[in-house]
Every structure is written in structure tokens, then in C-alpha cells.
């Protein structure tokens, strides 16, 4: 909620401040604002000022939609929701801002539709080629999968490039084939730039518009018979994935992580002499057994010295802390550990109980309390109504004064529909990836990368199903060749990629960011010099 509170006091100060800065351009410029309230501006650097601004609330927009649903879908569960609607209102901003630029009539609506395409296809390589690696950027690890203890030395830039990275599960892969079946429509939309002829283009517009709706019902009735898709994003929605106390010891491959063991070693050794004292591992001790049933008493505590002291000399140096915690981590795995003093079997089973409970809860069934429930559903709706309102009230002028920077800069008019909007509609989605990235487990990764696929896949043929009907309906000319070219290469690219992988070493995430300039620079090539 403090976070809500802050933006809301943040969008009061830019509100303020847009009308300080359109009442100080009223005596030279005049402009009619948008529904009376929203500041306008004929100034370049006005201009872009107000697109900051607007693309801001756009973005929060978003964040709002996204907590409302997820909230929503962590409520009722997999389902019709979770395969339909959950779908639409994650992807609402970026269908609104398609559908309000179809809908202008700037410059005979040529230049604001192809804007609708350049949003479709900025978003889609945007999450292909800087969400993407992201993941594996922010989520690698050590790829060797010996059973030997995780060594010690942090290896060099150049030795993580290939020893590092992430793996997934098959079933990532199966997502990875919806998203390249997804783009079948826009290999049929090629064929208006080989087919130099307008009745024959909106016929194949409106064949293409036939199979990509049918195709998104299609899907939406799959994961409504077949919901393993919407079972992997409820269990990424609800952050079941995210690792416990004791998996925090481990790497990746279940092995001690002795560089995290060292550093628990001086963060106890409080006077920096290089040895832990008995009062100093009592407080080790409570902290792993919070809330035990039995205290952590004296003799408790020496019985675990005694284990710690190899040497003998009445207290613990680090390589004796580093071997025995190793030990108790390899133990507390077996099933049978005989070792009664070994603080982490204890925690252990904790865990294991908790887990339990955890999934359990995270079942959806009959609220005890419907009071309780309501309040919750009432509040995930409020979450999405403001995100909603806020999207449809700045659209119109954001994309009106992204059209006019583009002509006041004199930039490719692509550029600022293909980059800012997207940046606005998936900056907490990347945010949200990173996020759960950094948990650095295969599960982790599967399912980040399953919910990037399935995004990207259900953004892109409701996203083309719009903008297709407003072409035809309008009779918009066709112009949009080269950001369907971009989709299909970029997209197709990734999509074959990552439906024949699960391994992807680090140098791989470095490569994939370099393929959004070289995007951007297919785009100019293909749209401004004609090549």
C-alpha cells in the first residue's frame, strides 16, 4: 500500500507541474488540452517533456493492471480467467494504445496506425531481446553438475561467460513452440510486399485476421482443457518458487555454496580476530533455530562447540566453520541422519513442513472468511479499474504528442512508438523477471521464461488482431511491411532457439541483448532508406 501512496503523491507533483508548464507557454502557444485538464504544449522540448510524463503513468498504469490481476489470479486460480481475461488486462495498455492510434486521424491515420505495429513489434523484441537475457544475465550460475563441494575462488568475467549460465525443463520448451505457431500470421502478412496490389493485399489482410483470431480462441481453449500453462504462470504468480532459508546454503546443484558459508563465518566473527567464541555461535544457533521448541541452552551449545573445535583450542576458525556446516548440509539431505546435534536437520523439517503448508494454502478453495475474501477481490478490482482509467485517459495525448516530437525532431517516426512505448508497457514486467531471476534455480528460470513465451505469444495475436481489424475496417493503407519483417526474423529466431534448449550459457544473454539495435537498424534500413 506505501508503495501505491508514493506513486499517487508522485503522478499529484507531475500533474502540478505540467500545469505550471502549461500555463507558462499560454501566453505564446495556444493548444486545446485534453478533456480540459491535461497540459498540452506545441513546444519540441515541451513535447518531450510530456511524453516522459505520460509514459510514466502509462507505465504505473501497467503496474496497477498487473498487480490487480495477479492478485486476481492467485484468488480463483487456473480457469477461464486465468486463460482469457488475465491475458487481455495484462497486455490492456499496449491493445488500448494500438487501438486509440488506429482510431486517429492524423495525417489520414496513415502514420498513427503504422504507430499501432511499431508498438506490436517494439513490445515483442523488447521482451525477446532485453527481458529475455535478462534472465539469464541476472540468474546464472554455476553449470557444472559434478558432486563435488562448489569451489571457493569466484571465477573470472571470462570463465562465466561459458562455465555459467541457466538450464529450464522440457516443458519450457513446449511453450517456446506455441510462441513460434503464434507467428504463422505474420508469415502470411509477408506477402503484401511481394503481392504489389491493394485488392489482393486486403484480402490477405482479411484471411490473416481470420487465422490469427481463430488461433488466439484456439489457445484460449487449449489452456482452459489443457491448463499446465496457467498452472506454471499461478505457480510463477505466487512466487511458489522462491527458495527457503536452508536452499540459500546451496548452489544450484544442491551442493554447499562455501563462498556464502564464509561469508556467514565473518559475519559472526563480530571482533574480526578470525575465530568464533560460544557466545558467538549461540547467536549462529538461535538464528537458524528460530522459534524451536527447545531452547538453545548451554550444553546445547557445547556439544555443537565440540563439533566445530577440530583443533581443539576452545574456539572455531573459519576452515573448521566451512567443514563442519558442509557436513550438516550433506546430512540433513540423507534420509536418516543420526546426528542429534545438527541444528539444520531440525530446520530441515521445518522447512519441509512449512513447504507443505505453503501448498496447501496456495490451493484455491472456499474462503473461510467471505469478508475477508470480498475486501481482497474488491481490492485487486480497484487495482485494475485505476490502472485502466489512467491508461485511457493519457493515451490519446501520449501518442499525439509522440507523433508530434517525431516530426518536431525530425526522427524516423518508428523510433519513439517502437522504444518509449514499449519501455513504458514492460518496465515492471522486467523489473518483476529480474526479480524473480535472482532466485538462480532451474525452476525459477522454467518458469520466468515459460511466462515471457506465453506473453509474448498471446500479446502478439491479440495485439495483431486489433490492429488488423482496424486496417481493414478503415480501410488504413498498408504500409507496415518492415515491422512485420522485424517480428518475423527477431521472433522466429528466438522462438526455434528456445524450442530446441534448455541450457544457455551467459556469453548467450550478452549476444541476445545486442540483437535490439540490430533490430532497430533493420527497421531504419527497411522503413527509411528503403532497402
Same mark, same amino acid.
Given at each position: ?50 511524453? /516522459? ?79 529475455? #537475457? ?57 506477402? #503484401? ?173 472456499? #474462503? ?14 480497484? &487495482? ?18 509522440? /507523433? ?30 529480474i526479480s524473480s531471476a535472482t532466485q538462480k534455480t532451474e525452476r525459477a528460470t522454467s518458469l520466468t521464461f515459460s511466462r515471457i513465451y506465453s506473453g ?57 541483448? &545486442? ?17
Open positions: 500500500m506505501k508503495i501505491y501512496v508514493k506513486s499517487g503523491n508522485f503522478i499529484i507533483f507531475l500533474v502540478i507541474l505540467m500545469e505550471f508548464y502549461g500555463k507558462n507557454e499560454g501566453a505564446t502557444v495556444t493548444c486545446e488540452p485534453k478533456y480540459e485538464f491535461l497540459p498540452c504544449t506545441s513546444e519540441p522540448w515541451g513535447t518531450l517533456f510530456l511524453i /516522459v510524463v505520460y509514459q510514466y503513468m502509462v507505465a504505473l498504469g501497467q503496474k496497477y493492471i498487473s498487480d490487480g490481476s495477479n492478485k486476481f489470479f492467485s484468488l480463483i486460480g487456473p480457469g477461464i480467467f486465468g486463460a482469457s481475461l488475465f491475458h487481455i488486462l495484462s497486455n490492456f495498455p499496449t491493445l488500448f494504445l494500438v487501438l486509440q492510434s488506429g482510431l486517429s486521424n492524423n495525417n489520414g491515420g496513415s502514420s498513427t496506425a503504422s504507430s499501432g505495429m511499431d508498438m506490436l513489434t517494439g513490445s515483442a523484441v523488447m521482451s525477446l531481446t532485453i527481458i529475455w #537475457p535478462s534472465v539469464i544475465t541476472f540468474g546464472s550460475y554455476d553449470l557444472a553438475d559434478d558432486d563435488d563441494v562448489v569451489t571457493e575462488q569466484e571465477p573470472s568475467f571470462l570463465t562465466k561467460l561459458t562455465a555459467y549460465g541457466v538450464t529450464t525443463d522440457k516443458a519450457t520448451t513446449y511453450t517456446a513452440r506455441i510462441m513460434l505457431m503464434s507467428l504463422i500470421p505474420f508469415i502470411i502478412l509477408q506477402l #503484401p510486399a511481394i503481392i504489389s496490389s491493394i485488392s489482393i493485399t486486403r484480402v490477405i489482410i482479411l484471411v490473416t485476421l481470420i487465422v490469427v483470431s481463430s488461433m488466439y480462441i484456439t489457445y484460449i481453449m487449449y489452456q482452459i482443457f489443457q491448463p499446465w500453462i496457467q498452472n506454471r504462470r499461478f505457480e510463477y504468480v505466487t512466487k511458489k518458487f522462491v527458495k527457503g532459508k536452508l536452499q540459500t546454503l546451496l548452489s544450484i546443484n544442491g551442493k554447499p555454496n562455501v563462498r556464502l558459508i564464509r561469508e556467514i563465518f565473518k559475519g559472526l566473527d563480530e571482533d574480526h580476530d578470525g575465530k568464533v567464541s560460544n557466545a558467538e555461535l549461540k547467536t549462529f544457533l538461535l538464528g537458524i533455530q528460530l522459534q524451536a521448541d527447545t531452547a538453545t541452552n548451554d550444553d546445547f551449545v557445547e556439544n555443537i562447540m565440540d563439533q566445530f573445535d577440530i583443533s581443539g583450542n576452545e574456539s572455531i576458525e573459519e576452515n573448521e566453520f566451512v567443514i563442519i556446516l558442509t557436513k550438516w548440509l550433506q546430512e540433513v539431505e540423507k534420509p536418516l541422519s543420526q546426528n542429534d546435534y545438527n541444528p539444520l536437520t531440525f530446520l530441515f523439517k521445518r522447512n519441509q513442513e512449512a513447504d507443505r503448508e505453503q501448498r496447501k494454502a496456495l490451493i484455491p478453495k472456499k #474462503p473461510r472468511n467471505a469478508q475477508s475474501s470480498i475486501l481482497e477481490f474488491l481490492g485487486a478490482l480497484s &487495482l485494475i479499474l485505476c490502472g485502466i482509467t489512467m491508461t485511457v485517459l493519457v493515451s490519446s495525448s501520449f501518442i499525439t504528442n509522440v /507523433v508530434a516530437f517525431a516530426s518536431y525532431a525530425n526522427v524516423p517516426s518508428f523510433l519513439i512508438p517502437y522504444f518509449i512505448i514499449p519501455c513504458a508497457t514492460n518496465i515492471s514486467r522486467l523489473l518483476s523477471t509474448v505469444a498471446m500479446s502478439s495475436m491479440s495485439t495483431l488482431t486489433v490492429f488488423l481489424l482496424l486496417v481493414y475496417i478503415r480501410d488504413l493503407p498498408w504500409d507496415v511491411s518492415p515491422q512485420v519483417f522485424v517480428v518475423l526474423i527477431i521472433g522466429g529466431g528466438m522462438a526455434i532457439l528456445t524450442s530446441i534448449r534448455t541450457v544457455y550459457p551467459l556469453w548467450m544473454g550478452y549476444v541476445v541483448y &545486442l540483437m535490439y539495435p540490430i533490430s532497430l537498424l533493420m527497421l531504419y534500413l527497411l522503413t527509411v532508406t528503403g532497402a
